[in-house]
């Protein structure tokens, strides 16, 4: 499976950026997907995810303010991200799972949630 994210980019504070990931590949045999942001400095950060039965689990942090879907084909991640604040800053990650198992960003090793990664994309919040 091939993840290519878009829509990176500075955004001010309280504002709203839309974040794509394209995916190519078995995605049929996708069973999570889901986006992970790492600030300079600091461990990877489950942020969302989606699981093949459209269960979908959120980082605290970002609760109520970012909503993670796929369109129809399931060919294309998103995430949605409002109310923006500068501690969101970091580049993101898709990611998918092609293994049956548990799809949360509450995983104790996120890195371990996830088999296939994007090249990530970064995201600046200026206050």
């Known amino acids: 499976v091939d993840l290519t994210e878009s829509g990176g980019g500075s955004v001010e504070a309280g504002g709203s950026r839309k974040l794509s990931c394209g995916v190519s590949g078995h995605v049929n045999l996708i069973q999570c997907m889901g986006w992970v942001r790492q600030a300079p400095g600091k461990a990877r950060e489950g942020v969302a995810t989606l699981d093949k039965d459209g269960t979908t689990s959120y980082a605290d942090s970002v609760q109520g303010r970012f909503t993670i879907s796929q369109d129809n084909a399931g060919t294309t991640l998103y995430l949605d991200m409002s109310s923006l604040k500068p501690e969101d800053s970091g580049m993101y990650y898709c990611?998918?799972?092609?293994?049956?198992?548990?799809?949360?960003?509450?995983?104790?090793?996120?890195?371990?949630?996830?088999?296939?990664w994007g090249l990530g994309i970064p995201l600046t919040v200026s206050s």
């Open positions: 990611a998918v799972d092609l293994r049956f198992g548990p799809c949360t960003v509450f995983a104790r090793n996120i890195e371990n949630q996830f088999k296939n």
